[in-house]
């Protein structure tokens, strides 16, 4: 495994992060496909064997279990200092408002909901799942920064908005001294390329690292186009990555290059996010032994600038998903 920067901050993450959607409570309402604890735990046990020490899961998964579960399993494999525990605030959590939004209020009741259900002192990362329209800014990261002074956490982070409300959000905290945002953690894959366009040129200009969630787009990236049919339609995430006619092109073109490897699909598609210098460490979520196996050894795997444009050339303009 290797260690980077996240951003231009001194927080040291490892290059690929265990995505905790995949465990949690599947009888909590809207759930239905997390792992269990008792077989989410190797899966925790397997990414620190293999050097995966960022960790990255959020108040609303599944109830608030993905937490619970996730700091248990710090505590039965690892020591705290070990691990960078990064978590998320803004979607309700359970029944009624929850904690929804960024207002002052749900920041400080759900940084400590948060802590109490990972049975830690602090987080390395708390990030904001989404831009809240309904709360100004100033209230938002000064919030923000307050539970950064309180050491309840130590950096700050944000996730999936379009770049202007990042530039907001950052420009804010900047003028009143506030702490401002070390990461995004942002779609991107070979299937939603958007975020090229404009966030990933902010991101650099403002020291800031990506950390790409779903970068094998649900799976469709780590396997043929023909045997994608039967994925169609599982979920509300899934569904964002339905089988249309511009995503064929992407996925033989992954399937092309893995083979003349003679490596996995999802090998490819990830060492491909690897070759933009915006990205820190992808999310992979994990339900089978191989997944961590496969986001490991992309580490290593460079691909030349030939196999990049092959990746690259069958791309075409698509509307960003995934802000709300």
């Known amino acids: 495994m290797e260690y980077t920067r996240l951003g231009r901050s001194g927080l040291k993450v490892s290059r690929i992060s265990l995505g905790c959607m995949s465990f ?4 909590e309402p ?5 792992l269990r604890e008792d077989e989410a735990l190797p899966f925790y046990r397997q990414a620190l064997d293999l050097g995966i020490t960022f960790w990255d899961t959020a108040n609303v998964y599944h109830g608030g279990t993905s937490e619970e579960i996730t700091g248990r399993a710090l505590r039965k ?8 525990l990064a978590t998320k605030v803004f979607f309700p959590v359970g029944e009624g408002p929850g904690g929804a939004g960024l207002s002052r209020r749900a920041i400080l009741e759900q940084i400590d909901a948060s802590l109490t259900r990972l049975g830690v002192d602090y987080v390395d990362l708390y990030q904001i799942h989404r831009f809240d329209p309904a709360t100004p800014v100033e209230e938002t990261m000064e919030a923000l920064h307050d539970v950064v002074k309180a050491g309840k956490v130590r950096y700050l982070g944000a996730s999936s908005m379009w770049a202007w409300q990042f530039a907001k959000l950052q420009h804010t905290a900047e003028i009143h001294g506030w702490t401002t945002f070390v990461s995004m953690q942002n779609q991107y894959s070979l299937l939603q390329r958007e975020e090229e366009r404009e ?5 650099a200009d403002q020291g800031v690292g990506s950390i790409p969630w779903s970068p094998l787009a649900k ?24 089988p249309e006619t511009e995503h ?3 996925v033989e073109a992954v399937e ?36 961590l196996q496969d986001a490991s050894a992309a ?11 092959i990746l690259e050339r069958p791309y075409t303009p698509r509307l960003p998903s995934g802000f709300s």
């Open 248 to 250: 064929k092109a992407i």
């Open 77 to 84: 494999f690892s020591r705290r200092e070990d691990i960078v």
């Open 30 to 34: 809207g759930a239905g496909w997390p």
């Open 219 to 242: 799976g469709w990236l780590a396997r043929p186009w023909n045997t994608q049919t039967a994925r169609t339609g599982t979920d509300d995430l899934t569904r964002r990555y339905s």
């Open 256 to 291: 092309q290059v893995a083979a003349a490897r003679g490596v996995p699909m999802a090998q490819v598609a990830l060492a491909w996010q690897f070759a933009n210098p915006s990205v820190t460490a992808p999310i992979v979520g994990a339900s089978k032994e191989h997944h």
């Open 299 to 309: 580490v290593g795997l460079k691909l030349t600038e030939e196999e990049v444009g």
């Open 199 to 203: 966030m990933f040129g902010l991101l």
């Open 24 to 27: 949690g409570d599947p009888s």
